[in-house]
């Protein structure tokens, strides 16, 4: 009998993945998705808040001086009903070597 139970992360909304500097991809859908919940228009959040993707070939959130997310604040995410599909995955749909230092996510076994 094969045994089928894998690791599943659950974040502990520690925001420290939120603290490192990275590169955030966001897609056009999320861009629409964050302007709207943003309350501004689609130009105006790209103006504010993305930069071009060092390979230019598309765009990333912009970060703090300190690497932070620009939409961290305190312990919260300001756009976290809709916030970008890398950010809703990690660590399980992407991680990084010792991302286990820094994440306080709980392993929970699923079928």
């Not at 991809?25 to 629409?32: A, L, Y």
């Not at 959040?45 to 604040?73: K, W, Y």
């Not at 599909?85 to 929970?108: H, I, K, L, M, Y």
Request: charged share 25%; hydrophobic share 30%.
């Amino acid at each position: 009998m094969q045994n089928s139970m894998k690791i599943r992360y659950t974040c502990q909304r520690c925001t420290n993945c939120c603290r490192w500097p990275g590169l955030v991809r966001i897609s056009d859908q999320e861009i629409c998705a964050i302007s709207r919940f943003l309350q501004c228009s689609e130009y105006e959040f790209i103006q504010r808040f993305t930069r071009l993707r060092p390979q230019r070939d598309g765009l990333a959130l912009q970060e703090n001086s300190d690497g932070s997310c620009v939409f961290l604040h305190g312990k919260d995410c300001r756009i976290n009903p809709v916030k970008p599909e890398q950010c809703a995955g990690f660590p399980n749909t992407w991680n990084f070597p010792s991302w286990r230092d820094v994440c306080e996510a709980v392993p929970v076994l699923e079928d």
